[in-house]
Each structure stands twice: as C-alpha cells, then as structure tokens.
C-alpha cells in the first residue's frame, strides 16, 4: 500500500514558487517526510526531510500540517532546472527509501 | 549533500556475460548500502539492502544468485548481474545511508546510476 499520496503532474511558470502537495495521512509518529528530485536519467537528489516542524535549507522549504498527516515542498523561485520528478517519501529511522510514482514538475519559461 | 559515485555509468553487453556495477560513498562511510532498479517511464524498485560485512537481504522478487551483492567495505558496494540477459536491461542505481546524523536523521544519498544493455 502507498503511503503517501501526490499528484501525478504539475506545472509552474519559471521564477513562480512551487508548491508540491503530498498526503500522508497514515504516517505514524516515528516516521518521517522525506523528498527527493529525479532529473531524467539521473539518481534521486535528496531535497529535505523533516518529523513534525517546518524545514528550510538552501534548496527548498518543507511545511508539515500540524496533524502531520500532509506537507507540501515550496520551491521558492523554481528554474528550468527544476523540472524532475518529486518523491514524497515517509519512513521509519534505519528502514530503506521506498519510492511510489512521485509528481512530475514541468516548469515553463 | 553527501557524494555517492557508480562506475560504469554505461554498459552493453552480450546475453549471457556477467557485469559489474561499483558504487563509492566518497565523503563519508557508509555501513548500509541500497540497489535500486528502474525500468523505463516506472519509478524505482528496491532490490536489495547490504551491510557492511553482511550478506545482503534481498527484496521479494529477486534472485540473490543473479544479483550479486558485495559490501566489503564502509565505502564500496557491487552489484553484480550474472548471466545477464535482455530482460536485464534497466537502470540501476545505488544509495547510501549516512548516518553520522544520528538516529532518524540518516540520509541516503544517491548514485548518478548505471544504464545497463543486455543485447
């Protein structure tokens, strides 16, 4: 069963922010939110990750719901070079990475 | 973010040979290694989890003895396919788990993967 939830396609105008939703609404209280990026024909690019408060590091912002059953990823001024494909992925410390289909990002010029 | 190297990022070969795929944490050490695979236009699959200096556990589906795994080191892992045959042909990508983080904020970190083509 997938635990969480994104839309399969999303598009966003060049130097608007991104906002990537995902439903996880299953997640238990050890689990935490990871995203990570795949560019086409590249490995996955970790983003950020977080438990239950809010995270920002150079790449992008992470917002957690207070009931933490969803989080949506803000790119802030998105670029050509942000159209991938956005995995939302919730996980138990020490358990492996697994990926569901993601949301593809197409940003337009 | 942490680097995670593979070699080759490319490689053909013929039905029935075996290839060898090396995946390198290079800043940092790495007691857990992953395989992934992907096939075209589908997201990626875990096949198998290798400690260091352990045998690997190996995902529901996958042949241990097709899919060789070595982890002898805290910053190599291999994955070798043996007997490689048309059906082999995906991308394989490896990860790393650094852990010097601390308990839950261990990150894994990605190769730039391997295009495999078994002709």
Known sequence: DAKTTQPPSMDCAEGRAANLPCNHSTISGNEYVYWYRQIHSQGPQYIIHGLKNNETNEMASLIITEDR????????????RDTAVYYCI????STPLVFGKGTRLSVIA | GAVVSQHPSRVICKSGTSVKIECRSLDFQATTMFWYRQFPKQSLM?????NEGSKATYEQG??????????ASLTLSTLTVTSAHPEDSSFYICSARD????????T????????LLVL
């Open chain 1, 69 to 80: 059953k969803s989080s949506t990823l803000i790119l802030p001024h998105a670029t050509l």
């Open chain 1, 90 to 93: 919730v996980r138990v410390w």
């Open chain 2, 46 to 50: 875990l096949m198998a989890t290798s």
């Open chain 2, 62 to 71: 996958v042949e241990k003895d097709k899919f060789l795994i070595n982890h």
């Open chain 2, 99 to 106: 852990s010097s983080g601390g308990r839950g904020e261990e």
């Open chain 2, 108 to 115: 894994q970190y990605f190769g730039p993967g391997t295009r």
